[in-house]
């Protein structure tokens, strides 16, 4: 079997692409008539002449935007509830999106539900695209028959994340702008300027000050150690990422560090508390049991410090124990946070707590980052007239004292 992408006319004039599965190109076309589709373009879908690099990228490997998720699960929301049938329904999407991506997991994911499978079990299929809260609240609407409101649910989260990432990089981007100057500044002056005085300087028996030696030092060990220092840090980097981004206890071991640092941890804290808050909300809400919310938490908090605490609590509670005194006993959630899951337990009104705490963080959020935000900038201002002050100081104390000396001697 392979398979085959296509353009198509149906009987109305409409242009439709998509994929499909054939043992040979005949059998495609076969598969074409028999849908009632008149073929414009049919060819192997691994084949180069199908689009360009670009192309085949977005399709394949690009990661799909927050934004283009969010538009594509409303157009979703909003026809499962008019009760369009779901091959019917990702038909439409896959002829609409304009996302590359989605476009061709519409057709996949349509193809899988006309086969037979379930469409939580076809989205899991791509869950570098639909995460596994995405996967696992489709499943639970599907369980409990209440999938439209489910959607509802999962679509008010997905866009409740992709808002505070977005305050987060916001947040973020003036330091690191700040940051990138700073580090150009440095590499020019040291690299290119500095050297250009420093042959005046010597030239002129100066007993040069500590900055101007320091930055002398620092050209030579930059221009005679410059490549080597860039191999050093493209193989950190590499070495960084490998064990960092990609195996459980390098992440694990960055997430903690991260949640130490000041200013930045108590933000990436406080987004952890609003998305486990919000998610076990929705999860508990829809049917799924406590259990499998917090194995759903393992994968979808964030940070790998804290799933690890879902982990504990979730040995805890299949001892008998409760959600609040597992979720007390470990360092990341805060006694408010605590005490709303212990009355919603007592109360038996679990969901609705965890709704007010979610909310309660979303505020918080907002109000630490602009806290963050205040506290770094003249931090940022500090550090960059330092530096500025620092080479301004180690090109003018030996001209001064050549001036000085130009002055004694006339």
Known sequence: MAEFTYQASNPAGKIKAGTLTADSLEDALAQLGQSD???????????????????RLKTNHFKVPPAELIVFTKQLVTMVRVGIP?????????DQTT?????KLAGLIKEDIEGGMSLSSATAKHQDVFSPLFCSMIEAGETAGTLPEVLDRLLYLIEHEA?????????????????????AAFLVMVGFVIPRFS????????????????????SYVLKTYGLLILFLLIIGGIAYHRYFNKTDKGIYLRDSALLKIPLIGPVLIKAAMS????IFAILQSSGV?????????????GNAAISAEFAEIRGMLEEGHGIAGPLGASPYFPPMLVNMVKIGEESGRLDEMLQHVSEHYDVEISYTIKKMTDAIGPILI?????????????????????????SKKT
């Not at 996302?99 to 476009?103: G, T």
């Not at 042959?199 to 620092?218: G, K, V």
């Not at 550090?383 to 130009?406: C, D, H, K, N, R």
């Open 37 to 55: 589709l008149i073929p414009i373009e049919l060819k192997p879908a691994g084949d180069h002449s199908s689009g360009g690099l670009i192309t």
């Open 86 to 94: 779901m091959t019917q329904a990702f038909g439409i999407l896959e």
């Open 99 to 103: 996302q590359p991506r989605l476009k």
């Open 163 to 183: 808002k505070v990432k977005a305050e987060i990089k916001t947040a973020m981007r003036y330091p690191q702008i700040v940051v990138v100057v700073l580090g």
């Open 199 to 218: 042959a005046f300087f010597e030239s002129a028996s100066l007993e040069l000050p500590a900055p101007t030696r320091l930055c002398m030092s620092m």
């Open 275 to 278: 998305r486990f808050a919000s």
């Open 289 to 301: 049991l406590v259990l499998d919310a917090l194995r759903i938490l393992e994968k979808t908090v």
């Open 382 to 406: 500090v550090s960059l007239t330092g530096v500025v002050g620092f080479f301004a100081l180690a090109i003018y104390l030996p001209m001064w004292e050549l001036t000085q000396m130009a």
